[in-house]
């Protein structure tokens, strides 16, 4: 039998098990799917097995062993399922490198990560991203901004979050730290009360003063005018129907993330 025969047997064995058991939760399972291979996995993660073993609640009552394997099966199928990946994290325009991102366990994990620690739905950590970069964590632009969030140069080619030096190309080209670097960013934020909703999110990563201030702030600071944060960032005014050069306000900002379909 090859191994691609063997493998689809194996998948049509598993999917009839949609009424999953705590009986059937055990290592023998574990090693059962590993043994398949990532093809099989990724095929699996859609199935109703997999669907139960993500609905499992990890409470109290449930003996250390149990809990043991039950997180090492949701570990497996970490991540969005395959077949409705796209649609639950509502994205369009998706790059091939956008998607291959998408599929990375590193970024999977770290994006969990981030999730959990600002308490925004990853969906819209996606969209930024996406928005920022094109879900491409080693993109430069013409002034030295770099990765998926565009960390712009604080002095030469470092980045300074909350304190610290960050070489900008060691984050272009180590995706995890790249990830930590904006997590430290971010819950800094939302530690301030400055992050509550998606919006505020967009907000303080594009302009951090202006996050949490009211709809008619105007996004200006000591170094920068007002017409000059507008005129290298069109596409807000452009969106909006605005004049080039029209100052832009934290309602402008609300505005163009609505329009846009990114909340």
Known sequence: MNDNKKILEEINRFRKLSNLQE???????????????????????????????????????????????????????????????????????????????????????????????????????IKLMNHESGLDPKIKNSIGCVGLIQFCPSGGGTKTINGKSYSLEDLRNDLSAQMDAIKDFWVKGYENGKIKEPEDLYIYNFFPIAAGKSDDFVLKSRDLSAKTVADANPVFNRVLGKEKGTPLTVGDLKNYYQTTGMV
């Open 23 to 125: 009986s059937s939760v055990n290592e023998d399972l574990i090693d059962d799917i590993k043994d398949l291979g990532s093809k099989a996995v990724d095929y699996l993660k859609g199935t109703d097995l997999v669907k139960k073993i993500k609905s499992i609640d990890l409470d109290g009552d449930k003996k250390d062993e149990e809990t043991s394997i039950i997180k090492k099966l949701k570990d497996l199928f970490k991540g969005p399922d395959s077949e409705k990946e796209l649609k639950d994290l509502e994205l369009d325009n998706i790059s091939e490198k956008g998607q291959k991102l998408l599929d990375n366990k590193i970024f999977q994990e770290k994006l969990e990560e981030i999730s959990n620690a600002i308490n925004i739905d990853e969906k819209y950590i």
